[in-house]
């Protein structure tokens, strides 16, 4: 048995995410603790990457710039779209989500930042691109 995290492994762990200025996201710190599968797509590959070579026990804290998080925001991600080529069964919100079915079957989501009568701007960036991330950690277990 490893006491150290090593990329494929299965690990129970705390852990917190915060924006760069420490408003936080989501944390389990007063909850039950998380288990995962490393590289099974649960957690980004960039916050994945800082739990390799933490060892049971250890608490850290990684600050990560925006490029090292979720990228930089890209402009081309944003898209202003006719209210009547919406699906059918949405009724947009301001700041609400929008899933969107791909031709291949996949889906994918967009946040709206505007919207009037004839059209919404919908944002298919992930929410925290552009900023920079404080993600803290405690490895409890390797299973």
């Known amino acids: 048995m ?8 299965l690990i129970t762990l705390h852990y917190r995410v915060a924006t760069g200025d420490d408003t936080e996201l989501v944390s389990t710190f007063d909850s039950t603790p998380a288990t995962l599968q490393l590289g099974s797509g649960e957690l980004v590959p960039t916050l994945e990457h ?3 070579g933490v060892k049971v026990g250890e608490r850290h804290v990684f600050l990560l710039d925006a490029d090292q998080a979720f990228g930089s925001h890209n402009p081309q991600l944003v898209q202003r779209m ?8 949405v009724s947009p919100e301001l700041h609400g989500l929008i899933e969107f079915a791909a031709p291949g079957g996949d ?30 950690v405690e490895i409890i277990g390797i299973l």
């Not at 006719?82 to 069964?89: F, N």
């Not at 701007?121 to 900023?131: M, W």
């Open 82 to 89: 006719a209210r009547a080529t919406l699906p059918p069964d």
């Open 2 to 9: 490893t006491d150290t995290v090593r990329a494929g492994n």
């Open 107 to 136: 889906k994918f989501t967009g946040i709206v930042r505007e919207l009037d009568d004839a059209a919404v701007l919908v944002d298919f960036n992930h929410p925290l691109a552009g900023k920079p991330v404080r993600f803290e």
């Open 50 to 52: 800082c739990l390799i």
